[in-house]
């Protein structure tokens, strides 16, 4: 079975540009993450969404930060825009919502630089 | 509010000697503790996890951890290192299954 897809791999992009980062769960997964590591702050949880709906958004840094998961098969996290403070590596995670504690299953990441 | 620490940034060891990692945790409730693996240029990835069962759990690649309430710790051990072991871990603990905190990770580096 396939794992969390996540595109782009790797972006450079110019301050004040719109980014666009994409996230495909595991089929069958109704809980989806989206965390940011950086080494200042770590591992952080930005928002969680469950069947497709936003649960928890207190980790968003801002205004400039959203996220939207239209179907249970995608979900895209936007910066726009873009400030060099957001370079980080974005991490799309997804996991079922059957049983109380089930592994969160990680994508490869998405490295993201803003210069 | 729930919380990690990992103690040690680094940690480095000679390949065959014992691996520990040490986390400690906070929570109100009784928790739910993970150990992930990160792999440069990766996602994370389970090793084991504790979910209120035996408290000694066995992992992959031959990692396990033991749940001490009394110390409120998870260490992450491993006999003997292996060059392949060099990665970053992560400790993380939750409660309800939604959402994890995870610790500021500890970079294992295993020298011959």
């Known amino acids: 079975d396939a794992g969390v897809i996540q595109s782009p791999r790797h972006e450079v992009t110019e301050m004040g540009q719109e980014v666009t980062l994409r996230c495909k769960p595991i089929s069958g997964h109704d809980y989806l993450f989206w965390y940011r590591q950086t080494m200042m702050r770590g591992l952080e949880l930005l928002i969680y969404?469950?069947?497709?709906?936003?649960?928890?958004d207190s980790g968003m840094p801002e205004d400039r930060f959203s996220a939207k998961m239209p179907n249970a098969s995608f979900s895209t996290l936007k910066i726009q825009p873009s400030e060099p403070r957001d370079s980080a590596v974005y991490f799309c995670?997804?996991?079922?919502?059957?049983?109380?504690?089930?592994?969160?299953?990680f994508g490869e990441g998405s490295w993201l630089t803003v210069v | 509010a729930q919380s990690v620490t990992q103690l040690g940034s680094h940690v480095s060891v000679s390949e065959g000697a014992l691996v520990l990692l040490r986390c400690n945790y906070s929570?109100?409730?009784?928790?739910?503790l993970f150990w992930y693996v990160q792999y440069p240029n990766q996602g994370l990835q389970l090793l084991l996890k504790y979910t209120s069962a035996a408290t000694l759990v066995k992992g992959i690649n031959g990692f396990e951890a033991e749940f001490k309430k009394s110390e409120t710790s998870f260490h992450l051990t491993k006999p003997s290192a292996h060059m392949s072991d060099a990665a970053e871990y992560f400790c993380a603990v939750g409660s309800g299954f939604q959402k994890l905190v995870f610790g500021t990770g500890t970079r294992l580096l295993v020298s011959p």
């Open positions: 929570s109100s409730v009784p928790p739910y």
């Open positions: 969404f469950n069947n497709n709906v936003p649960i928890d």
């Open positions: 995670a997804s996991r079922t919502g059957q049983g109380r504690v089930n592994t969160i299953y």
